[in-house]
Each structure stands twice: as C-alpha cells, then as structure tokens.
C-alpha cells in the first residue's frame, strides 16, 4: 500500500523558550512521520502534533470572522469594500471565486485532530497518569469548536471523525450532519473530559500556552447552548467561570474619572484609557486566542486589521465601516456618572455607551510611520465619528490575534442561558450589577448564589462587581432607568377591566394566552367570566414570556456593544431567531444597518426572512 507523509509543525526551538508564537506555529518544516506506522507516544510527538494543529487554525482565522460579522447587522459596505467583502455584507449569491465558499481550511483542522486522534497512544500511564488526557481533550475541544463554526455557516457539511490518508478515502461520500447532529456528537464525545486541564507548554513569546487551546467546558457550553440546554449550558459557564475565579469586570471597563464631571456635559476624551478596547493575549480578559503573526515573513499574518481599520498598509481605506445601527445602539444608552465625593448622586452623560467610541476610535497622523489615538487631543469632547470618516481604527485588531474567549463573552452567554432556563431576573443582574460572595455549598453551589444580585456586606473580602453593561455604561446599578419594566403589556379582563399583576404594574391590552394540547397561543377573550385560579395562571405565564424576551432583548444589544466585530453577530441573531421560531427577527435586525431613522433595506429583509438564506450554499 501507498505510504502516505503527515507534515508536522517543528517547534524545538520554542521548547527552549527562544521562538516566538508565530515561529513555533510555523509548519514551513520539512520534518515529516510515516503515517501508516507512526504512533504519537511522546510529550514531543503530542507538542509537535497539537502545535501543528493550532496553525491550521490560524488558517481559518480571518474567514471565521468574516463570515460570522459580516452578515450581521453591525457592519456595513463602504466605497473601498472588496466585492468578495461585498458580497457578504449584502447577502448576495456568492462568486464562483469568493474564498468564502471554500470551507477547505475548516477541514485541514478537523483532519489533522482526526489524525492525532487516531495515533495518540492512550495507553502510556506514568505515576498511574494517562500521559496524553490533556492533549487528547485539547484536541477534541479544537475539532468540536472548529465543526460547530463549519455548520453554522454552511448549514449542513460533511461530516468525518477518522482520517483523510488517500484519495479514495477523500473521495467517499461522507454522510452530511447538521447542527443538531454536529451538537449532539460532540456533547457526548467532550463529556468524558470536562475535568480535564489544558496542557501546559509554558510561556511562548511572553503569552500562556494555554491561553492558545479553547477550553473543554466553554466549547461544551457554547453546544449546549445551540441546542437549547439551558441548563446544562448555564453549568458550563458558570462552573469555568467560578473555577477560574473570573469575575465580570476585569481591565476592560471604561471609568470616568475625576470630580470634574460635575460640571461637565461632555465626557472628556482623556477621561478613559486612550486605547480603548486594545487587549493583549496575556490580559486577564483573554481567555483563548489565536495567535497571529505580526508580519508575514514570520507566518500567519491576519489581514482582518487592514479590513475593519485605516492602516498604512491600506492608505486609510479600510474595507467595511461601522453600521450606524451599532452607532444609534450606542448613543441610546445612559451613561451614569457617579460622584467620587457623593455616592448618591448621579450625572447623566450625553455621549452613551463608551464601547464604540473605546472600539472605533479616530486617529491623527504624526508622519507616515506614526499615529496617536485622536483622545483628548484638541479639546475635551468626544470625537463623533460618522461611519464614512477614513481615519477610524478598530482597536480590537490593534494587536494582530483573534480572540475566541473572553469574560465578557462567557458572561453574556452564560445569562443567555440562565435568562430561558425563566431565571430572567437573575439574567438581568448579569447584567447589570453582580456581587460576588462565598459559596454557601463549595463546588455544588449555583452560580447566582456565589455571585449574587443582592448587595453583600461583610468582611470576607467579598467584592461588590460591576455587571457585563457597566463595562461600558458606568455604575449600573445606579441608573434607575436601566430596569425590567412590563409597561405597555398587560391581559384584561373584559367584565372585571383591567387584572393587577403587581401593586404598581397593570395590564393594558385585551387577549390572554390558553392552554391547548399542552401549547398555548394568543386569542381573543369571548367569555364574559374571568377564571380566578386558571386564567390567572396564564397571566404569570405571560408576564413570564414577556420577561424573558425583554431580557433577551437586553442581552442581544450588550452583546452588539460588548463584542462587535469578533466574529460572534451573525450568529447571536441566529440562535435568537432559531429559538423563537421566528426567521423576521434576524431580517429586521439586519435589514436596520441604516440606523434608526433610515428606512428598512427591504430586498435584504424579504432574503433573510428565508432561513435557508441564512447559509453560505455550496
């Protein structure tokens, strides 16, 4: 039989702590293993094979980006958009030559962990330790993150778990799995290794190694999610989170500082980190990360600063600009300034959330080789950028990496979940303020009960956090405006007008829900006679419903303002509009680019309103 050459990633060097990133990711290595009887049975072999792996993944790097925020509605065209860009951003058929078609680097990923997969000896033990568990979970976590980013972009792929090794093999008709069998698969495939660490390789160039691997219980949360397991994904991500002592506010949170605001209108531009949202992998926010080269010469350099920023590489003619959807999202939202000398008092701030003007912020040109943040330079008012102004910068590229993980991330996620498990309340206070406390039952305890919505006051060194929206709005929890309201929704009772839900909350309008079959639906009240005990249990029913959306509601546009442009959007409308069996709801969001006041994109709409116009078809 053919004997058949696997390239692996030669990283000697990096072992010895003398290579960068992009150096040891680099599979230019002319070091080759015979793949029919080579068996990996080292820690060598294990590192060479899993830092070949992470390469592949710089492969597909940009492209999962693009197709997971392009689509959304958080982006827009411009007149130095590339028609392969283009076509993205409007939804149109794509080219025959659009490289988003090809899904060619998705595989080499899955066939190289397949590969791993089928050689790794499992039977090594050392000090009664299966030697190779970490890398093997590792592994398994980059081939179900990888599946999972294929099917939702290309709805139903083909689907494999052994090793490409011949043509005939490649030439197979391989059954094609959609995203309730690529969930279910690698559900059950990660769970034997929800315990288990990431391998530790040690620092390289500066930055944790294991900071380059996606963690088993957050890709298990992300599946779980997907397919609608509340439960099961609120235990995921609250269980990494309290494990790993993460807490919601870390570095990123933008504060005013100084008593001046007392007598300002306008944040000052110097009042916040100039830089805005520039992270580095090796910042408490980062939780997993792909590593980039910064030139090309050194390996895998991602383009994606010279498409959503003005660079030199690019003349300033960057390649998308900024919806005036994300603009308007932002400008409505209430930034409350608390008093350093008055706890109590409040200012309210003209300029809204933070997070876009932190994410998108305007740069002056010193020379050709130097440029300064445009923060604080002329005068003391916020830069009000207009999504056509050739100078902006998207600092989340500033750093050249991608990020997959980061806390803001994992804590909305983690209150998407618990708000549908009906826990919408406790959603909320994800949101907005959080307190972290001891756990009254160590490792069996909730979350919410070791991070609680209720103020804590006690000497345990507990510390009161900020909620995911005072990342970019301030405290909070001192703005009164920013609440769970049932204003304008009510059930009527049409003999004894109108049924008090509470002592101050009302309802205002004339249908109620009924139990049929188990399911319930609207329609209209033709009984004169309001059932106590029943038809009450349906208006907790509905008042629930409501809730519950309104919250979602509440987490969707964080998540715009939290994590725009890293590749999530498309996808959170997606799972959105999945669960509420309604295709509308992502068509309008997308079809809105235009901002509130501009009329509706209806070609786009009347395309999206189609699931099956979701897809990238192949």
Same mark, same amino acid.
């Given at each position: 039989m053919k004997r058949n050459k696997i390239v692996y990633a030669f990283a000697f060097l990096a072992l010895m702590g003398m290579a960068s990133c992009e150096d040891m990711l680099d599979t230019g290595s002319t070091m080759t293993q015979d793949a029919d009887s080579h068996a990996l049975s080292s820690a060598a072999d294990s590192l060479y094979s899993v830092v070949g792996i992470l390469s592949k993944v710089q492969q597909l790097a940009d492209q999962n980006v693009l197709l997971g925020e392009l689509r959304g509605d958080l982006v827009q065209a411009n007149s130095y958009t590339d028609s392969y860009l283009r076509e993205l951003i409007e939804h149109q058929d794509l080219s025959l030559d659009n490289p988003m078609l090809n899904y060619s680097a998705y595989y080499e990923v899955i066939n190289n962990c397949n590969y791993y997969l089928s050689k790794v000896d499992t039977a090594i033990i050392v000090s009664n330790q299966q030697v190779m568990l970490r890398e093997i979970a590792a592994v398994k976590a980059i081939r179900a993150w990888t599946y999972l980013q294929l099917v939702l972009a290309y709805k139903e792929v083909p689907f494999m778990v052994k090793p490409i090794l011949t043509v005939?093999?490649?030439?197979?008709?391989? %059954? @094609?799995?959609?995203?309730?069998?690529?969930?279910? $698969? *690698?559900?059950? +495939?990660?769970?034997?290794?929800?315990?288990?660490?990431?391998?530790?390789?040690?620092?390289?160039?500066?930055?944790?190694?294991?900071?380059?691997?996606?963690?088993?219980?957050?890709?298990?949360?992300?599946?779980?999610?997907?397919?609608?397991?509340?439960?099961?994904?609120?235990?995921?991500?609250?269980?990494?989170?309290?494990?790993?002592?993460?807490?919601?506010?870390?570095?990123?949170?933008?504060?005013?500082?100084?008593?001046?605001?007392?007598?300002?209108?306008?944040? %000052? @531009?110097?009042?916040?980190?100039?830089?805005?949202? $520039? *992270?580095?992998? +090796?910042?408490?926010?980062i939780i997993a990360f792909i590593p980039m080269a910064t030139t090309k010469l050194d390996g895998a350099k991602s383009g994606l600063p010279n498409i959503f920023s003005a660079t030199k590489e690019n003349d300033g003619q960057r390649k998308m600009s900024p919806s005036q959807l994300w603009q308007d999202l932002g400008k409505a939202q209430m930034y409350q300034y608390v008093s350093p000398t008055n706890a109590t008092k409040m200012k309210e701030l003209s300029c809204g959330d933070l997070r876009p003007y932190a994410t998108y912020g305007a740069v002056s040109y010193i020379d050709e080789d130097t440029y300064i943040p445009d923060f604080g330079v002329s005068d003391n008012l916020w830069y009000e950028f207009d999504v056509n102004d050739e100078k902006l910068v998207n600092t989340k590229y500033s750093s050249g990496h991608i990020w997959v993980y980061r806390v803001g991330t994992v804590y909305l996620r983690m209150a998407e979940a618990l708000n549908r498990?009906?826990?919408?309340?406790?959603?909320?206070?994800?949101?907005?303020?959080?307190?972290?406390?001891?756990?009254?039952?160590?490792?069996?305890?909730?979350?919410?009960?070791?991070?609680?919505?209720?103020?804590?006051?006690?000497?345990?060194?507990?510390?009161?956090?900020?909620?995911?929206?005072?990342?970019?709005?301030?405290?909070?929890?001192?703005?009164?405006?920013?609440?769970?309201?049932?204003?304008?929704?009510?059930?009527?009772?049409?003999?004894?007008?109108?049924?008090?839900?509470?002592?101050?909350?009302?309802?205002?309008?004339?249908?109620?829900?009924?139990?049929?079959?188990?399911?319930?639906?609207?329609?209209?009240?033709?009984?004169?006679?309001?059932?106590?005990?029943?038809d009450t249990c349906f208006v907790e029913?509905?008042?629930k419903d409501f809730l519950i959306l309104q919250v979602?509601?509440?987490?969707?546009?964080?998540?715009?303002?939290?994590?725009?442009?890293?590749?999530?959007?498309?996808?959170?409308?997606?799972?959105?509009?999945?669960?509420?069996?309604?295709?509308?709801?992502?068509?309008?969001?997308?079809?809105?680019?235009?901002?509130?006041?501009?009329?509706?994109?209806?070609?786009?709409?009347?395309?999206?309103?189609?699931q099956d116009n979701w897809y990238i078809k192949k």
């Open positions: 005939p093999e490649a030439e197979k008709d391989y %059954p @094609r799995y959609d995203l309730a069998q690529v969930c279910d $698969y *690698f559900i059950n +495939d990660l769970l034997p290794y929800i315990n288990t660490k990431s391998p530790v390789y040690g620092a390289i160039y500066g930055y944790p190694s294991t900071k380059m691997l996606f963690p088993v219980k957050l890709v298990l949360g992300d599946l779980y999610l997907w397919s609608q397991q509340y439960n099961r994904a609120y235990d995921m991500y609250s269980a990494y989170l309290y494990e790993n002592s993460i807490m919601s506010t870390t570095n990123t949170v933008a504060e005013v500082v100084g008593n001046a605001m007392d007598s300002q209108n306008e944040i %000052p @531009r110097g009042s916040i980190n100039s830089l805005g949202y $520039y *992270f580095m992998p +090796d910042d408490d926010e498990m009906g826990r919408f309340s406790e959603a909320f206070h994800v949101l907005k303020v959080c307190t972290q406390i001891e756990p009254n039952d160590g490792a069996d305890a909730t979350f919410m009960e070791r991070y609680s919505p209720v103020f804590y006051e006690g000497t345990k060194g507990n510390v009161r956090l900020k909620g995911i929206h005072g990342r970019g709005c301030g405290y909070s929890e001192k703005d009164n405006d920013y609440t769970l309201t049932l204003a304008d929704y009510a059930v009527t009772d049409i003999k004894t007008s109108t049924v008090s839900l509470s002592d101050t909350t009302y309802l205002h309008i004339t249908d109620y829900v009924s139990d049929v079959d188990d399911a319930y639906g609207w329609e209209v009240i033709t009984d004169s006679v309001w059932n106590e005990t029943e029913r509905i008042q979602e509601d509440l987490i969707i546009d964080e998540m715009a303002l939290e994590t725009a442009f890293e590749g999530h959007r498309f996808y959170d409308l997606m799972r959105v509009a999945i669960r509420r069996n309604d295709p509308e709801y992502l068509a309008e969001k997308i079809a809105m680019r235009g901002g509130v006041n501009a009329p509706m994109d209806q070609t786009l709409f009347d395309r999206l309103k189609l």
